[in-house]
């Protein structure tokens, strides 16, 4: 816990975005989090994946769970609508919420306990329905909130603060959404900010459940020798298989890309998702190469970037035909189908 | 990119913007923390060694230091810097004890001083308490220089200007007054083991415009002008007057011809108000004053009646400024005549030396300005010394301060025997000020105040008497936090690269984001990219770490932004970052022979 709070203060060369916010905009509260916790370096790219995007704050839906890794939505975006629910229970609280409204941007975050324990099933159906939004899911193989207890993403072999090692096979996020249905499934580090807000930007504007595994090490309960979620662990294993950046559509491409290695993914808003494959051979497009990269790995190597995308499956919304306006901008009388209409719709049922 | 060297006493110099810009290079943050904790007397002292008329300065200085302070990049106005100095000097205790005495025994070596301003002034505070035997020659009636003469009583009051002169003359310096050097080469002559030129630049410039000798009386060169007021030989001036220039100068003189009765005094300028050369805050007090300040009017000749003025005529022009601000073109559009009783020309200042002979072996080059080694401050005649405006022309008090310190290493080398080019290099020491998990040794939490406003006597008040101070001083409210708004910039971000577990946390925390890690590359705008800041002032350096242990990256810190909050150290899971205070050490006469080097204290 920190003794002291961080000033806003705005210096005047500060840049400003298309809607003219600063990235200090896009901060929430000061984080309560431990010195060094790879949540805090999530929180911080989050907030420059939506500065840089331009989003308006008060468009934005943050909703979590429980565990250190779900208090990161207060650390960002003052201004966002935000709810921390029961534990592990974020993506049915987001998927109700898209229901009744899916004019705003969601991104809900979770931590592997949340996530690959108690909420398991509920993020299941969240991936399955393709819920349009970003889950970030703040892996540190640990219950951090509780005091370190393995979670189900922790190795086999890894070791614990107090010794104990670890026998049970991890869950790997990214394979359960592969088998379940997401259409936008990644891996970073928290130590890799650059990659991360990336995908972050990418993530955000895919219309679909984008899931984002990040490794982000627990400072207190989870960084000494023997971890396999250190800072030193992941920084010495993790590798990159594809870059991914998100364009909006009016800018233009500036980095130059070697043709057969860059894939450019149309968006409905007509930006585009650019791929960079380090392995040429590697296709993101499809899933079972996909599902072979991440779970036929013999070394210790943590394969990061765009693992699959999908662009082609229908989201939550269009599945179930949701309304663009909100229901709460629905005047009550074409809300309220009325007592015949009522009848009528049970009478279907019939 | 190669790691910062730190060790290099001007890499953390410089990141104090205001000490950096100081010509004295006075610690400002120092003896701001010094008020802070009630201490005026080691807040006077801290400034005297460096910049010698802490109360002088406190009132008059130019502040070079105020557009360079860190504050104006995150707010509207720097730190009152200048207004804090004058609060040391008004505070403090009796400081006699603690200044540099004559010592018993003098080292027998003489040296003369040709003017009694500031810059001779400096070389006699700095070599008199080594034992020299110094004799200040001045041909006026009373010590100071333009200080006395031409600064008015207003802005900077006798006693102010006596009590800090009178330091110096009570280390055993001899001051002869109505004394004026006539000949360079008889005082070459008189066995000076050195000679100080600190004459000034005495001559002020004339414009000779049709009608100029019709009527002499009327119309005055401002310098000239101004010192005939501080020695009570003009007393009074028309109803109208006209100034001519628009640098300080002319606002001494716009508002010393209110207090001798004058009721409508304008200012005339040829160029718009961005090309003024007096300060922004000289202009303000002139304008309170109801002084009127007329733009884009060319002086074109004197109207004169049977021999007495009656007005001037001007040229108003057009300019053709482009973006960044400068005139392309510039044209005559109409003539306009201006009636007037007195005009004051106030067009700058050139130096002049009728007293030095042709032969005496100093040169002089095409302006008339003799050969000064910028370094040295020795002219082209060995142990002829030269400093303040009679080096390189009309400047400031706080540049004569820094000359003649410069000055005084020269001649204590010279009359040593030591080669001139032998001075002991600036050095830097650093001092953590860590004293808890979360606890500095300074006040490190960012305060929101803006500005202290200086108050000012009211109108009809100050135009009661020619010296009538015009500002008050800060009350103790405005001390108080004024003091907070400093940042605080020589307490260093100090950074131990193989404690760092790159985790990030540092990065996040920095309130303006100056910090990054990153790639290592050769090419330092793809590093200043990775500082998520746009828009990189280049006036400060980059930190560029050694490479990280887990992934060679390199950590980087932009200068330019950083406010010295410590929250990175606070933050750090390791303490590889250390908020550290730099003591930069700059030597004078007196500490030409210690010993003292670059350390790190933790
Ligand atoms: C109107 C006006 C206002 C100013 N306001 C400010 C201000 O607010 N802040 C600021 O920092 N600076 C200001 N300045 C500039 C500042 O006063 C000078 O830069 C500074 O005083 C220069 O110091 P100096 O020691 O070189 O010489 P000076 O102060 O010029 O002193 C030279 C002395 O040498 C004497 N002298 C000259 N020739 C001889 C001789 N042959 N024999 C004996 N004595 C001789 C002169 O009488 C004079 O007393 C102002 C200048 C003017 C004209
Ligand atoms: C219903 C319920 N069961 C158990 C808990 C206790 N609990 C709080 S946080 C947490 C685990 C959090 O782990 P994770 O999601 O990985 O977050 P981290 O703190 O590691 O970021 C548990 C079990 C709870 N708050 N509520
Ligand atoms: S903030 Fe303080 S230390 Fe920094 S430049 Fe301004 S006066 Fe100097
Ligand atoms: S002291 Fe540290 S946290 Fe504060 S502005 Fe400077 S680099 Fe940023
Ligand atoms: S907080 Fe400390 S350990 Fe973490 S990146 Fe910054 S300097 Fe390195
Ligand atoms: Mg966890």
Known sequence: ?350 | MKPTDTNNPDYFHKVVDCQWACPAHTPVPTYIRQIAQGDYTGAYLTNRASNVFPGILGRVCDRPCEPACRRGRVEEKPVAICRLKRVAADHKDDIKQYLPKKPSVLNGKKIALVGAGPASFTVANDLAPLGYNCTIYEKLSKPGGLMRSNIPAFRLPEEVLMEELNYIIDMGVKLKLNTPINSMRSLLQEGYDAIFVGSGAPKGKDLNLPGRWEDKKHIHIGINWLEEVAFEHTKKIGDNVLIIGVGNTAMDCCRTSLRLGAKSVKVMGRKPRSFFKASDWEVEDAEEENVEIIINHSPEGFITKNGRLTGMLFSIMEHDIDADGNILNSKSIAKVTIPCDDVILAIGQENAFPWIEVDAGIEFDQWNVPIVDKKTFESTKKGVFFGGDSAFGPKNIIWAVEHGHQAAISIHNHCRGVSLKQRAPDEIKLKSTKMGMFEWSYSNSYDESERRKMEHVDLVKRFSKLNMEVEVGYSPDQIATEVQRCLNCDIQTVFDAPKCTECDACIDICPVECLSITENTHNEDIIRKSLNSDKNELNQSLFISEELKFTNRIMVKDENICLHCGLCAERCPTAAWDMSEGIVKIHHADSQDTEYVSEVIK
Do not use: W
């Open chain 1, 1 to 350: 816990m920190t003794s002291f709070i961080k000033p806003r203060i705005s210096r005047k060369s500060a840049p400003k975005n298309k809607i003219g916010l600063t990235r200090q905009d896009y901060d929430g509260t000061m984080s309560t989090l431990c010195a060094g916790c790879g949540h805090d370096s999530v929180t911080a790219a989050l907030a420059r994946a939506f500065f840089e995007l331009s989003i308006k704050p008060h468009k934005v839906a943050k909703i979590s769970g429980i565990g250190c890794s779900s208090k990161t939505t207060s650390y960002l975006l003052k201004e966002a609508h935000g709810a921390n629910t029961v534990h592990g229970r974020m993506p049915s609280f987001a998927t109700g919420a898209m229901a009744a409204n899916t004019s705003l941007t969601y991104f809900g975050v979770s931590g592997d306990g949340d996530s690959l324990s108690i909420g398991i099933g509920q993020m299941i159906h969240a991936m399955r329905r393709n819920a349009n939004m970003l889950y970030v899911l703040e892996n540190n193989g640990v219950y951090g909130l509780t005091k370190g207890q393995f979670s189900a993403s922790a190795d086999i072999g890894s070791v614990a603060k107090k010794g104990t090692v670890n026998d049970q096979p991890p869950i790997d996020p990214c394979a359960l959404g592969l088998s379940v249905g997401a259409s936008f499934i990644a891996r970073s580090f928290s130590g890799d900010r650059e990659q991360l807000v990336k995908l972050i930007r990418a993530g955000l504007m895919h219309k679909g459940f984008a899931l984002i595994d990040v490794i982000s090490p627990c400072v207190s309960f989870n960084d000494h020798k023997g971890s396999t979620k250190s800072y030193e662990h992941t920084y010495k294993y993790y590798s990159k298989l594809v870059h991914a950046d998100y364009i909006p559509p009016a800018e233009e491409i500036k980095a130059a890309y070697d043709v057969g290695e860059s894939m450019p993914i149309v968006l409905h808003d007509g930006g585009e998702i650019i791929l960079r494959k380090l392995d040429p051979s590697y296709d993101p497009s499809d899933r079972s190469s996909a599902f072979s990269k991440i779970t036929n790995n013999n070394t210790k190597e943590i394969a990061t970037g765009l693992i699959y995308i999908n662009k082609n499956l229908s989201d939550m919304a269009e599945q179930n035909n949701l309304q663009e306006r909100p229901l709460n901008q629905i005047p009550y009388k074409e809300l309220n189908p009325g007592l015949d209409n009522l009848k009528e719709i049970q009478k279907s049922f019939r």
